[in-house]
DNA sequence: CCGTTGTTCCACCCGTGGGTCCAGGTGCGG
DNA sequence: CCGCACCTGGACCCACGGGTGGAACAACGG
């Protein structure tokens, strides 16, 4: 791994400075957050836009590396904005910076497209090194942000694949899967090639065995399962 | 990327140097990566490590900000190393450096408490940034490890969410989740304080306007949309 | 003021589900 | 060769689930 090769193309290898653009409805915010990233030698804070529109509008005027945006903007928020940017510029980078950092907003954004995703108390070193990785291909997350999203993550992943005894038969299992995608006995019958009452036999083994009461039961079961 | 133009922090506020350990089994590897990580003034390599075991030597033996860890190393490997740092020592960051972009070493190493994730053909400066971000408590991901982690954030959080029409009453929704948890309409009718004649009721408008067949198909309905 | 919607309840019917007991056929390993 | 595990099937019973129709009441809004 040498310091020189880079499989990102776009990027140049002379100290180029980064297009940059401040997307924040509110001014007070707006105006002062450019004025400190343009005091990097390498930034360059081309356009300063008030809504999901204007930050469009800037993309489409000119050459755009990354664009700081707020996510509660009038008219187009910067959900929107974030979506049809990685759209139509998919060179473009979305750091998202904003107060919220809710799971829905977290995922919507990242999910629209954003390569990084920073809370307001992120300082000016934190907003300018997370520009730099974007515009570099990489993604700045705030601590919080990725716990946010890990969680999410484990509580639907890591938990599931578990449950089922051991001393289950294969044909048994098959009937379980079939049990868990709805199918009445009679369908589940025709689908293996057996009669209704073969059926019957391997469901009450197959409850014993399990300790499932119920149907419904089951069902929770076959997809806890994975089947 | 020039190494002349060293554009970072280390002019306003934090002039402390990071305490960095490299941790690599393949001595090929490690030494280079050190060394030229040992070109950043602001980055000091207090220790090489060529497994687990060593990292959390290094550790205990003095203060370290930020490992820079492989995953694959013989006795301790990087995971179960990032785990135990993380627990023992919460103040380390520890960024995964590995060939291996898998969603299982992705999500086992994020799990564990990596504050940032790199392939193997990261440059130079986008290892430096990943270390200065993780020691400022950010995250840093490559591009494909983030699309990786929210790919599978999505198919597993996102995509259930759904279904379900919009003329379907509180109360029907209220049957529908118990439904969803495997119980039976008297139990249904207990909890909830009204008789199993009226959970029939609400059973049959709910199944009729879901377009509902079975029971077992409104569990699946029920854990599709999340109840 | 009256229609609509949501919630509550009843009665009736019958199909399916779930439990039990039993039994024949096959293939494997002691 | 004989058990054993598994898959297969049939018979019976009855509780629960699901469908239909009807009805009463409160709350809300045109």
Request: hydrophobic share 45%; charged share 30%; glycine share 6%.
């Amino acid at each position: 791994m040498s310091d020189t090769t880079r499989h990102d193309a776009r990027s140049a290898d002379v100290p180029r400075r980064l297009r940059v653009v401040v997307a924040d409805d509110q001014a007070a915010v707006r105006e002062p957050l450019a004025a400190v990233l343009a005091l990097s030698e390498d930034i360059d804070v081309v356009a300063a836009a008030a809504d999901g529109d204007e930050v469009l509008a800037a993309a489409a005027a000119g050459p755009v590396d990354v664009v700081l945006m707020d996510l509660r903007m009038p008219r187009t928020d910067g959900i929107e904005a974030t979506r049809r940017l990685t759209e139509e510029h998919p060179g473009v980078a979305v750091v998202v910076l904003t107060t919220f950092a809710d799971d829905d907003s977290i995922l919507a954004a990242l999910s629209a497209g954003a390569r990084g995703y920073l809370t307001k108390n992120a300082g000016r070193q934190d907003i300018v090194r997370a520009i730099r990785a974007a515009a570099a291909g990489q993604s700045v997350l705030d601590r919080e942000v990725q716990d946010r999203l890990l969680a999410t993550v484990r509580t639907r992943t890591t938990a599931p694949r578990q449950s089922l005894p051991e001393d289950i038969t294969p044909r048994e299992r098959e009937v379980l899967a079939l049990i868990g995608q709805g199918l009445p006995n009679r369908a589940i019958a025709e689908k293996l090639f057996i009669s209704e009452a073969t059926v019957k036999t391997h469901i009450n083994n197959l409850f014993a065995k399990a300790g499932i009461r119920d149907r419904a039961d089951a069902v929770r079961r076959a997809l806890a399962a994975g089947l």
